[in-house]
T-cell receptor, first 112, second 111 residues
């Protein structure tokens, strides 16, 4: 069974204080690892897809990296508007569908 | 221009009732999904539907049934609602295994 574990559960940062979120996963065959952002009362918003170990993707203050066992979401000089819950999900190449298995998320709060 | 839309946004009903949630996507995607997000914010797959092939998560009670009138719509029907069905339900779509786009969610409260 696919498993995704995210840490920490919650993270409070001062504005400008860089940090990383962790996503460790167990999957029979990784088709893709996805990062989403979810604001309160809204649906998850797509950020990145990573397909193979060593791959990196960047968007503004966010950078996602992937190894064979985990992914990191690095946040550089965060701003209050980066406050949200960040969700990691895996897609199993051996599954019968394209469904995503999600972790429980990291709730990020950036304090001005 | 909404990509994935759901109606209603809020649904409050009594135990034992039957209800439906509608989902539409205008992205031209070939695969649609339903996810359930519980009170602890954990998002879990319920169904995926692709080219008339339905894949059901084995933990989903058979009181839940998706219905797809066409490629752009995947509605969720729930019979005999129970207290434990209270949650936020998200519809999503994708082009095969590419990134999934989520709707705004429907908050279901069963009294």
């Amino acid at each position: 069974e696919d498993q995704v574990t995210q840490s920490p559960e919650a993270l409070r940062l001062q504005e400008g204080e860089s940090s990383s979120l962790n996503c460790s996963y167990t999957v029979s065959g990784l088709r893709g690892l996805f990062w989403y952002r979810q604001d309160p009362g809204k649906g998850p918003e797509f950020l990145f897809t990573l397909y193979s170990a060593g791959e990196e993707k960047e968007k503004e203050r966010l950078k996602a990296t992937l190894t064979k066992k985990e992914s990191f979401l690095h946040i550089t000089a965060p701003k209050p508007e980066d406050s949200a819950t960040y969700l990691c999900a895996v897609q199993d190449s051996g599954a019968g569908s394209y469904q995503l298995t999600f972790g429980k998320g990291t709730k990020l709060s950036v304090i001005p | 221009d909404t990509a994935v839309s759901q109606t209603p946004k809020y649904l409050v009903t009594q135990m034992g009732n039957d209800k439906s949630i509608k989902c539409e996507q205008n992205l031209g995607h070939d695969t649609m999904y339903w996810y359930k997000q519980d009170s602890k914010k954990f998002l879990k797959i319920m169904f995926s539907y692709n080219n008339k092939e339905l894949i059901i998560n084995e933990t989903v009670p058979n009181r839940f049934s998706p219905k797809s009138p066409d490629k752009a719509h995947l509605n969720l029907h729930i019979n005999s609602l129970e207290l434990g069905d209270s949650a936020v339900y998200f519809c999503a779509s994708s082009q095969e295994g590419d990134e999934q786009f989520f709707g705004p969610g429907t908050r279901l409260t069963v009294l």
